[in-house]
């Protein structure tokens, strides 16, 4: 019997069959396939490629894996963004009141302004497969013997020929919308991606707004009361790297490197913004007065 890993056996009934499960996957496809991969299991590799599986890959995994993306890429760019400034205020001297104005003022508008960039991509991004799709099929509708011999053409360049090609465009060209479908994707190399355009910018905004503001912490309390956190600078710089490092270890399931090496990565790239912040507010120290 070949070893299944535990969530994905604790999910399965004892009448359904092999890779067939019910309930909130634990794994997406592809994780199962590539943990089935490096296992050299063949079971739980069939079992990443069940229709239910595959339909779902389509759709909730997608929206899921955008989700995460979102959250990751907006805490990164949070944390990063508002410790360079709470670095840079650090090296001028400046007051724990000064460095909130100028943290908070960061999470508001630099978070906006990245929701906004993620909301208007993917807008544009649907906008764009929407119009292209429209063409298409208007060119069906009123072209239809010349789109037949694109699909001839794109096929015959695929190395089929004879009785084999000529099934194939009938079989294509015989229904609307596999027709547009196959134009998308082989004439223009055009996939469609089921995007959320406004899941995906306020998810960015409240991911980038709640990681963002851990590197405040210690200043919001010695701000409150200095008594209590005299030295705001080094606690924010444990908390940022902590929260850095813990990051980059979520974002090992988007590029599926090792934990360690995913969260050092960030955890490096933060700490060097940071320090050319601190270097350039320590060199303008001067300015603030």
Known sequence: MVNQPRDLESTK????????????????????ARLAYRREDVEMAEAAHTHEHLENSLSEDGRRSQHLADAVLGATDGIITTFAVVAGAAGAYLSAGIVLIMGM???????????????LGARSQQDYWKRER??????????????????????????????TLERIV?????????WVDEMMREELGIQ??????????LITFAAFNLAGSL?????????????????????????????????????????HRPWWESGLEILLVGGFAAACAFLAGYLLRGLAG
Do not use: C
Request: net charge neutral; proline share 7%; charged share 25%.
């Open 13 to 32: 009934r004892p009448d359904q069959p092999a890779g067939h499960h019910h309930g909130r996957r634990l794994y997406d496809r592809f994780s199962l």
């Open 192 to 201: 469609e991606e089921r995007l959320a355009p406004f899941s995906s910018g």
């Open 215 to 255: 590197p405040l912490i210690s200043y919001i309390i010695a701000f409150l009361n200095p008594a209590l956190m005299p030295g705001p600078f080094p606690v924010s710089v444990a908390v940022t790297a902590i929260s850095l490092f813990g990051v980059g270890v979520a974002r090992r399931f988007m590029t």
């Open 170 to 178: 009938a079989t294509i060209t015989s229904e609307e919308k596999r």
């Open 134 to 163: 429209a063409r298409e099929t208007w060119e069906i509708e009123h072209l239809p013997e010349a789109e037949r011999e694109e699909v001839r053409r794109l096929y015959r360049r695929k190395g089929f020929e004879g009785e």
């Open 105 to 119: 003022a960061n999470l508001v508008a630099d978070g906006f302004s990245m929701a906004v960039g993620n909301y």
